[in-house]
């Protein structure tokens, strides 16, 4: 509890362009939930370099990310949205919680297998120790929900069980968070192949949508969207296309799947894919713009990033101070 309101604290990796998953999966639950929480955005740049980066991209990269937070619709005067890279705890607090982490739960991490497979050249200790900086974040926070999209359940549960596991040994340290999951859009697949997420870091640009993608290239890319056999829009395991379509629609309408299936009764997939592609770029354009106009306002936006950091530092620094002393570091000398 913070100000007699529940704690939510959430993040992206400032690793490559947003896409449409990463929006209806997190960012769009960010805004809806916001009000009713004492609120924490991340911009992660901390977990960005356990895959190789280059420094000029990074920097831009993290910064186009806390613009379209805000662009989205976070107010950052009601909402702490910052780098946090510019907040000292996070990596003090990762470091202590290795200590309450075992290899063998770093081992059973599906994100930490794949991002190796990935990555071969380059697996390195930060990669395997990237759920402990989230559960970091998460508990520094004294957080008690998580919004994020349902591939980050592993490392939710980990963060759990670390929180568990320090309080038993030191007492009621840390809040235990819950995960939100969001009723629709938890995992939007790939365009081109709706076996696997669509991911920021697909090689295909037409498996994704990307947030700044123009309303040409957003209606192309829905056309050219692997579908199925059938040719009926029916919202069905049968049909993972088709299910995945549906799902963007139903997200970005606001409509349910039923609704869906009687609107397009009768109708083939090139309607159905239109109607996606407009639903789509309806959702997108307003907040393309409001970035552009975001983006020229660099004042702003240093001052949003000048006075959120320092409020993270207040904030995250209780809780910080609090397991240091737990765990019998020499109190500092004023
Ligand atoms: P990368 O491809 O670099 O691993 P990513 O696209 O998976 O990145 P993350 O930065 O790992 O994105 O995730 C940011 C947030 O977006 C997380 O809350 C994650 O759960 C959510 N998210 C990512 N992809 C999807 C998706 N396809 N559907 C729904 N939510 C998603
Ligand atoms: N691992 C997350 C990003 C992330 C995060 C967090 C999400 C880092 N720290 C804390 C929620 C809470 C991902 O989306 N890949």
């Known amino acids: 509890m913070l100000d007699g309101k529940k704690v939510l604290f959430s993040g992206m990796q400032a690793t490559g362009s947003l896409t449409l998953g990463n929006y209806l999966g997190a960012l769009k639950n960010w805004v ?3 009000d009713e929480y004492e609120t924490f955005y991340g911009v992660v740049d901390m977990h960005s370099i356990t895959i190789r980066q280059d420094p000029a991209e990074l920097r831009k990269r993290a910064r186009t990310l806390l613009t379209l937070y805000i662009a989205a619709g976070l107010d950052p005067e009601k909402n702490c949205i910052y780098y946090q890279s510019h907040v000292t705890g996070h990596a003090e607090l990762a470091w202590i919680l290795n200590c309450f982490t075992y290899m063998g739960e770093l081992n059973r991490m599906t994100q930490f297998k794949d991002k190796a497979a990935k990555h071969a050249d380059n697996i390195n200790a930060g990669l395997f120790t990237y759920p402990v900086l989230m559960a970091a974040d998460i508990l520094l926070y004294q957080s008690d ?3 994020v999209g349902i591939d980050q359940m592993q490392h939710l549960e980990i963060t759990r069980d670390i929180a568990q596991r320090f309080n038993a040994i030191y007492g009621e340290v840390f809040t235990v968070p819950e995960a939100y999951i969001g009723k629709v859009g938890a ?3 790939s365009l ?10 697909d090689e295909n ?3 994704s949508i990307y947030l700044m993608d123009d309303p040409d ?3 192309r890319k829905f056309k050219r969207a692997v579908t199925d056999s059938e040719a009926c829009v029916r919202y069905c395991d049968e049909q993972p296309g088709i299910h995945n379509l549906i799902d963007i629609y139903c997200a970005c309408t606001g409509k349910t799947p039923a609704e869906t299936e009687r609107e397009f009764d009768g109708k083939g997939y090139g309607d159905f894919k239109t109607a996606v592609g407009e639903a789509v770029v309806g959702v997108l354009k307003p907040l393309q713009d409001r970035f552009e106009d975001l983006s020229k306002n660099k004042d702003y936006l240093n001052s949003v990033i000048k006075n959120n950091a320092e409020k993270a530092q207040y904030i995250s620094n209780k809780t910080l101070r609090k397991v240091q ?3 019998g570091f020499p109190e500092r000398i004023r």
């Open 187 to 189: 995992k939007i697949m």
């Open 145 to 147: 929900v998580v919004p």
């Open 192 to 201: 081109q192949d709706p076996a696997k997420k669509m991911s920021k870091s």
């Open 32 to 34: 809806s939930i916001a």
């Open 325 to 327: 002393k737990k765990i």
């Open 205 to 207: 640009p037409n498996a």
């Open 217 to 219: 290239t957003i209606m």
